[in-house]
DNA sequence: TTGAAAGCGCTAACAC
DNA sequence: GTGTTAGCGCTTTCAA
């Protein structure tokens, strides 16, 4: 078999037998890994069952979703993983209708189709302004990308305006593009909410990589981060560890959140229960944010 | 049809028809977006022509590689993309025997397949020695993880070696280990090299997430960059224009890369002869080098 | 324990 | 054009 290089045909295997082997997995953004580590985590693990991964990436567009859910479960997948729990009503309807094992990734906050591993993305909001609430800020704002369809983003930024308003603090000021999040929009989104807002001292960003180029900016307009104003990312990256001020930010466990997605894959493929699995997410305390 | 939520079944259609719409792409890995945004662009150009991703990825592993091949070959893929030209021989073999179309991606330093589209690594080594020696460094280290099947750091390596033995300096000083590249790594590196090796002025890593870390270090110990030492990077991080001082670095175009990678397998899946396209590096200079 | 045969859901080739 | 049918390479079932 080896000598004559024969490889068998899948194709024919899962089209003849009970199950394919094909894991489809659904992304919103391949764009610096946010969701790369998990799906490195998550192949990886599906590895050991023989189970191959499938992959789309909606790039945060719901009619690609549509099309790219029915494409994915046009190869008749043992499983499907899909970011989110915010989906177009036909993706929702479509997944329901395949009978096939569907786990929800990312956020858990919403109508669950069958299991979901995920954080609470309205908790983890509140979380960075209650830090910086913590720390002495007054004025706060939530800056950066944020796409329609990136549901996840909106949560945080309910979550971060829910508990200033709690504190009785001024409403949350919103500096927001739906386009994506590089540092170069930090930048310029920095230099516009100072403009218009000269008061804010605390800022929220909704990706490190954003943060980066708002403390770019802030430290070319001479302003001291954390001493005039702190700054709070989302994600840690590898490189936040390195900025200066070193960047404040929420770790989300992306490696296990692809560990446990292709445990709960398997487990569904086995027929076991479904579940909801929250996890949680570390804040990083580091030099952007005030000390107490 | 829509309706009924009918969903065709792929690969009843793939092991009847003449083409499977499955493109297999292995790549050496996931982490820190090293290939995620060629595995981005690459699935989006195949998107337009109804291409499927089957994805594959051997963490450097070799014999992770030949399982993955025969197994992405194993659904019979229109076309496999593949990280890299120095592959086991068991994997030559069976993409040659496979009679599929085979894009070789990210290197062109060896003997292709079927077609190639990358950089000349050995030249990029040489572009980032000769950039340090033009602005006054005397003493080189190469610094960063290099893993055993890690070929384009090993020829990039050589590269800046060479540069330095045609400008008459000193020896190539490396400081590399076999492990994931992340800043702690680097940061260690730089703190072991500069007790061994005082007198280092000039430091190639093999990434920018590796010289985050070294910059943090070099911070850290008192030294000034790019006055007592000068630091070029590779890859071009998001992060890299925002650190103090900002990172000279290699730019390798990824999302040409995908693009063109993705046409090249639509070109050979219509019989259009091999090519291998070599792409150019932009060697972007920022703070962490000398002026000259 | 081993072997033969039906059939998975399509595509493509052929006949009409 | 439209309709029918063989067959892709496996898995599974059933017979020997």
Not at 277 to 285: A, R
Request: glycine share 8%; hydrophobic share 40%; proline share 4%.
């Amino acid at each position: 078999m080896d000598e004559l290089n024969y490889v068998p045909n899948r194709l024919a295997g899962g089209l003849s037998g009970t199950r394919s082997d094909i894991v489809g997995v659904v992304v919103t953004s391949l764009y610096h890994s946010e969701f790369a580590s998990i799906l490195d985590a998550l192949q990886s693990a599906l590895l050991k069952s023989n189970l191959q991964v499938m992959l789309a990436n909606t790039r945060y567009d719901p009619d690609q979703e549509v099309t790219l859910v029915r494409s994915i479960l046009s190869w008749r997948p043992a499983a499907v993983a899909i970011i989110g729990v915010d989906h177009p009503p036909k993706v929702t309807e479509l997944l329901r209708a395949s009978g096939v094992p569907i786990i929800e990734m990312w956020d858990i906050g919403g109508d669950v189709i069958d299991t979901a591993v995920g954080m609470d993305h309205t908790a983890v909001g509140a979380a960075q302004a209650r830090h910086l609430i913590e720390r002495g800020c007054k004025s706060l704002a939530f800056l950066g990308s944020m796409r329609d369809n990136d549901a996840r983003a909106q949560k945080r930024a309910t979550g971060a305006a829910q508990a200033i308003t709690a504190a009785g603090l001024n409403d949350l000021v919103f500096a927001t593009r739906p386009e994506a999040g590089k540092p170069d929009l930090g930048d310029h989104l920095a230099r516009e909410l100072l403009s218009k807002h000269p008061g804010i001292d605390g800022i929220i960003c909704n990706s490190d990589v954003i943060a980066f180029g708002v403390l770019r900016a802030l430290k070319d307009l001479g302003k001291r981060v954390p001493e005039d104003i702190s700054v709070i990312g989302f994600g840690d990256s590898e490189a936040s560890s390195c900025m200066t001020p070193s960047l404040s930010t929420v770790r989300p466990d992306r490696q296990r959140i692809g560990e446990k997605t292709a445990e709960a894959i398997l487990a569904r493929i086995d027929d076991e229960p479904s579940t909801t699995m929250t996890l949680d997410c570390e804040l990083v305390t580091r030099d952007s944010t005030r000390s107490i």
